[in-house]
T-cell receptor
């Protein structure tokens, strides 16, 4: 079940803030955030785990509300380099009889930062 | 340089032909994935493998097959290509579940 992202697209001026939301109809075990610049491969930003643990190495913050089955990515004081498409991925388990979990990505949020 | 490599980078393929997209990683990651990316649909999981010798179906597995004979390689095969398989294909790997995934540079496939 693909997660839902909002907004679909946003345009910011340098220095402005943005919030990208990700929600799921299923219980979330973890949320993964990636950014993809045009013509490039997606790059890891952050993982938020059930229970509050957060793993990331960028100066970007995020929240994970397990009860509401949603996550938000906070981009503050945006820079031109923040432009790209942001994908959230949610970890679910397919009903195949295995215990394997896979990340299913949302459709993405296009973020454009202009001078 | 350690990483994940895909080949070819692009390909034009006649409908009905068989095609294998190659993916190799040298990070000794256990998990590997194949995604296709289409405008407005994001990254959709085709197949995955959590460890060598095992594979599983993702969101859109029909028309595709994979194998994982060893840790490093995870080829994706289109047995008989159709135009709807025109897409950008990304291979990715991660050391374990819940960890950072590394993506290859993608293969742009056009089926005509």
């Amino acid at each position: 079940q693909q997660p839902v992202q909002s907004p679909q697209a946003v345009i910011l001026r340098e220095g402005e803030d943005a919030v990208i939301n990700c929600s799921s109809s299923k219980a979330l075990y973890s949320v993964h955030w990636y950014r993809q610049k045009h013509g490039e491969a997606p790059v890891f930003l952050m993982i938020l785990l059930k229970g509050g643990e957060q793993k990331g190495h960028e100066k970007i913050s995020a929240s994970f509300n397990e009860k509401k089955q949603q996550s938000s990515l906070y981009l503050t004081a945006s820079q031109l380099s923040y432009s790209g498409t942001y994908f959230c991925g949610t970890e679910i388990t397919f009903g195949s009889g295995t215990s394997y979990d896979k990340v299913i990505f949302g459709p993405g949020t296009s973020l454009s930062v202009i001078p | 340089i350690a990483g994940i490599t895909q080949a070819p980078t692009s390909q034009i393929l006649a409908a009905g032909r068989r095609m294998t997209l190659r993916c190799t990683q040298d990070m000794r990651h256990n998990a590997m994935y194949w995604y296709r990316q289409d405008l407005g649909l994001g990254l959709r999981l085709i197949h995955y493998s959590n460890t060598a010798g095992t594979t599983g179906k993702g969101e859109v597995p029909d028309g595709y097959s994979v194998s994982r004979a060893n840790t490093d390689d995870f080829p994706l095969t289109l047995a008989s290509a159709v135009p709807s398989q025109t897409s950008v294909y990304f291979c990715a790997s991660s050391s374990d579940l819940n960890t950072e995934a590394f993506f290859g540079q993608g293969t742009r496939l056009t089926v005509v």
